[in-house]
């Protein structure tokens, strides 16, 4: 193994380190103080609230019901709340109007336990007469889908027999409205980002990674407790493979895998991760009603290698993903589905000789947010129901995708993940990186003991 990666090595020399290193290295971005942050929130929710009108105008419903108890919410109550609403209260109930009649307001909230919440609506009803009442009851789109079954027999009965033939179901009413990223959040999600690459640096570092000592679970734990000593929380456990090109799993985007044997999980090989391995993440924060989702890779070098030693082929197949990434990014166009996005991308893909997968959502909002998807691990050729969806202008994207490379200094195919969030720039017309993309290895080194060649001794 030595002999030839010390041949490439030399060849990988004249490869110049990608602009990141040009570039400040991220930093840890502070949360502002709790009051502070419930301000910002505010804001941001009262832009969106006044956006609801104008997108029942768009899908053409004059009226939308929203309506929960307690602890049982519709998923759109959490995009609407303030700040200092941890959940529902009693019965919490929501009607916008389209267009209200007479100056009328064209946003009602109710927290009640009585029956006035049906009276005092079916009066709001008949003064403002709509044709159309949405309700969030789609069977397979959670975020407009939201209306628990309970709480559907209560409104139909609360509302009577004239309002209930006016229901109707328009799925892009709780997608649009959970979607929509207000401008003012970007600055603080890029932020976010910016802390996400921040610990990702610093996990896959000789700070925190000792080869032949330090696991993959390690690695998870460290991420989890520098997550919360920074103040953020996160949406799913942070995940740190070792790309092998054996056990690296399709279904790497399926955050919450129910407890495999350690024998099943390549997250916990039985080995620590050594000298010579690519190693994989996926990684996401959360604050201020945001989340990131971001997958990155990095090599540890053999003592006393420098960036110049890094296997050729590990570096090739990172370029190809980054190839990937730009396909992706350029047929993400506005109105077409995450399915003809889908399609497109992949015709191109196989045009310029790339294996691989795509499996791009929505983020923001949720970590898997509101939008179509472009793409799911198990699902290549297109996506029932949510692949349908048209991709919407001023949302948030995660590009997630690998691409399978062939690494001569390992003599087998790895699979080469990323995963980067971009935001729609209406300016410019198109998706930008949120914060960048990684576009070179992070290395953990380790000095050459004087001496002594450890990689004899290995
Ligand atoms: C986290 O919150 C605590 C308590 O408010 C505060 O003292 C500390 O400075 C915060 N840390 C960071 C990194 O923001
Ligand atoms: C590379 O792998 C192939 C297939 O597994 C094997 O036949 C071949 O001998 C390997 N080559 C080297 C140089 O190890």
């Known amino acids: 193994m030595r002999g030839p990666t010390f041949l490439l090595a030399v060849l990988a020399a004249v490869h110049v380190r990608a602009s990141a290193s040009s570039e400040k290295a991220p930093e840890f971005q502070t949360l502002p103080s709790l ?19 104008g997108l029942l105008r768009k899908y053409g419903v004059d009226a ?16 609407l709340k303030e700040a200092t609403q941890f959940s529902a209260r009693r019965r919490t109930t929501h009607l916008f109007l389209a267009s209200p ?13 009585t029956d006035f919440v049906w009276t005092d609506l079916r009066r709001i009803l008949g003064e403002q007469q709509p044709r159309s009442i949405a309700l969030n009851t789609h069977p397979e789109i959670a975020f407009s889908g939201g209306l628990h079954a309970g709480e559907l027999d209560a409104v139909l009965a609360g509302v009577g027999e004239e309002w209930r033939e006016k229901f109707v179901l328009e799925p892009m009413l709780g997608v649009e409205v959970v979607a929509t990223m207000v401008e003012g959040r970007l600055p603080w999600y890029r932020r976010m980002m910016e802390t996400a ?58 955050h919450h895998p129910h407890q ?29 009603g945001l989340n990131t989702d971001t997958q990155h890779l990095g090599y540890v070098l053999y003592p006393g290698e420098t ?18 990434q730009d396909i ?59 692949g349908d969806l048209p991709l919407l202008k001023n949302t948030y994207y995660s590009i997630e995708l690998f ?43 380790t000095p050459r003991k004087a001496g002594s060649d450890i990689q004899e001794e290995l």
């Open 403 to 445: 691409a399978e490379h062939f690494v001569p200094e390992r003599n087998r195919t790895i699979m080469f993940p990323q995963e980067e969030d971009v935001y729609w720039d209406d300016e410019s017309n198109s998706w930008e990186w949120v914060y960048g993309r990684q576009d070179t290895l992070l290395l953990i080194r």
């Open 35 to 53: 009051r502070e942050q419930a301000k910002l929130l505010d804001g941001w929710t009262e832009e969106r609230i006044a956006l609801i009108p």
């Open 307 to 324: 960036d110049a030693d890094v296997p050729k082929g590990m570096l090739e197949g990172l370029r190809k993903v980054n190839r990937l």
């Open 101 to 113: 009649a007479s100056g009328a307001p064209a946003h009602y909230s109710w927290v009640e336990n």
């Open 197 to 254: 690459w921040a610990i990702i640096e610093e996990g896959f570092s000789e700070k925190i990674i000792v080869p032949g000592e330090s696991t993959s679970w390690d690695v998870e734990w460290w991420m989890r407790e520098k997550i919360q000593s920074l103040n953020y929380t996160t949406w799913f456990q942070p995940s740190v493979y070792i790309l092998t090109g054996e056990g690296f799993p399709v279904a790497a985007t399926q």
């Open 64 to 79: 939308w019901l929203m309506s929960q108890r307690e602890y049982a919410e519709d998923t759109v109550f959490w995009a």
């Open 260 to 288: 495999p044997s350690l024998l099943d999980d390549p997250r916990a090989p039985d080995r620590p991760i050594q000298f010579g391995d690519l190693i994989h993440t996926d990684f996401g924060v959360t604050a201020l």
């Open 328 to 386: 992706v990014k350029s047929n993400m166009k506005i109105g077409l589905t995450g399915n003809e996005i889908l399609k497109a991308s992949r015709g191109q893909m196989r045009s310029e000789g790339i294996e691989g997968k795509i499996y791009c959502h929505a983020t923001g909002e949720w970590g898997h947010s509101a939008g179509t998807v472009i793409g799911m691990t198990n699902l290549q050729d297109s996506v029932p129901v949510l």
